[in-house]
């Protein structure tokens, strides 16, 4: 078995894809477990059971607005007493006799005696009395004490991810906090003195950073805590401090730039320096270049600088791997298969991931290309639903030929 902790550090080599994918993700781990309130643990993953304190609910109660009154007595065109009145929050009062009636309203606790409720629409209130024009059945619209829970019921495993329901959830079992994996801390930042800030002036060889922008919202939209900082120019010094003071306020770093063969691209040496990064040329269009390692124990991206490059370089690696930092095993988007409508040519030693446009029609997907697929070219992921990957080995795919889409989005 291939050691998952020897360095993909050879730059001559094309590594293989998965296997590249697969030994980094190896040497990630969840979070360490800490407990948080209830909405500050919305979206995070749970790391122990959670059980219930007391039945739910914990007392037999009326389900509808209405009249708790004994199935005994309940047949059409019966009067009963009508002895008293029960809102939610009061106590049941006393049992309740033959003949006997009392006011219900929903969520109110049923008497004892009571073992149905008639509901107000098939009931004529007379004051003193009232009057049943239909029968009921035992049971009829009373919520029974630990219908929903049982004290002791194991309410939510591990593993779970929080969603609002487990959330009103929780508290109705009567938990303030829970032990959950945290959400990463992803520091962002982006290297070059060819980057200007979005509203900073042009000026003639410059671009505007929008990498360290999408990134930054990548690493919010996949669960974690994400900051973006200035933009580093080329400089071994600023560099450097700006990778040592990224570390002190986080669990992930992405670096974006700076990892191809470029003659001033010094986040190689400072990375290097800093720590056990390793620089590779991995089998993908977009995104060959890429950088993997450990400053101390922050693990460390270095994606490409093309916009496309980097985008599709952080769905493939940095996504699941900040899925697999919160304790998630869904780590991969969603996935479908589409019939293509355009012509792709891909290199035959490379996995392709084309951005593509789909639509659905007789009960099947079909893709459409996003036009030029340049990786400088953004637009092409904006209008995009997907990727869609062509393995390596298929340099032509024709129209009508079948192939897997990785969702960019949640609807289509």
């Known amino acids: 078995m291939e050691d998952p902790d020897r ?15 697969q030994q980094l993700l190896s040497r990630i781990g969840p979070l360490e477990p800490i407990a948080l309130g209830l909405l500050e643990a919305h979206g995070c993953v749970l790391s122990q059971d959670v059980k219930s304190d007391a039945d739910i609910p914990p007392f037999p109660n009326s389900a509808v607005d209405g009249f708790a009154v004994r199935s005994s007595d309940t047949f059409a065109g019966v009067e009963l007493d009508l002895v008293g009145e029960i809102a939610a929050g009061q106590e049941p009062g006393p049992p309740l006799g033959a003949g006997e009636a009392v006011r219900i309203m929903t969520g109110a606790p049923v008497p004892a005696g009571a073992d149905v409720i008639v509901p107000v ?34 309410v939510l495993r591990a593993g779970r991810r929080l969603v ?28 070059g003195d060819e980057l200007l800030e979005p509203g900073a002036p042009t000026r003639p060889g410059a671009i505007r950073d929008a ?97 496309v490059s980097a985008y599709v370089s952080f769905e ?45 029609e007789d009960g099947t997907w079909h893709a459409a290309l996003t036009g030029n697929q340049g990786s400088g070219l953004l637009r092409s992921v904006v209008e995009a639903d997907g990727l869609a990957e062509v393995p390596t080995g298929r340099t032509n795919l024709f129209p009508g030929e079948r192939v897997v889409v990785h969702l960019l989005v949640d609807t289509v």
């Open 7 to 21: 360095p993909l550090e050879e730059p001559s080599e094309l590594i293989e894809l998965n296997r590249y994918r």
């Open 211 to 307: 990498n360290s922008y999408s990134l930054t919202a990548l690493a919010r939209e996949s669960g974690a805590t994400a900051f973006r900082l200035p933009i580093v120019p080329d400089d071994r010094r600023q560099l450097q401090e700006a990778f040592e003071g990224a570390l002190t306020q986080a669990d992930l770093l992405v670096t974006t730039g700076g990892v191809s063969a470029g003659r001033y691209d010094y986040v190689k040496q400072v990375l290097a320096q800093l720590g056990d990064v390793h620089f590779n040329r991995v089998g993908m269009q977009p995104g060959m270049p890429q950088a993997f390692g450990f400053l101390g124990t922050v693990p460390c991206f270095g994606l490409p600088g093309n916009p």
């Open 316 to 360: 493939v690696f940095v996504r699941p791997a900040l899925r697999r930092m919160q304790g998630r095993t869904d780590l991969n988007r969603p996935r479908v298969t589409a019939v293509l409508e355009d012509e792709i040519v891909s290199p035959a030693d490379k996995v392709s991931f084309l951005r593509v446009k789909l639509r659905r």
């Open 121 to 154: 629409e098939v009931a004529e209130d007379a004051g003193s009395r009232v009057l049943l024009r239909q029968p009921g059945r035992r049971g009829d619209h009373v919520r029974e004490a630990g219908e929903d829970v049982r004290a002791g019921d194991i």
């Open 164 to 191: 609002a329901a487990d959330i009103g959830m929780l508290a109705a079992v009567g938990a303030t906090n829970v032990l959950v994996h945290p959400r990463p801390r992803v520091v962002v930042l982006s290297t």
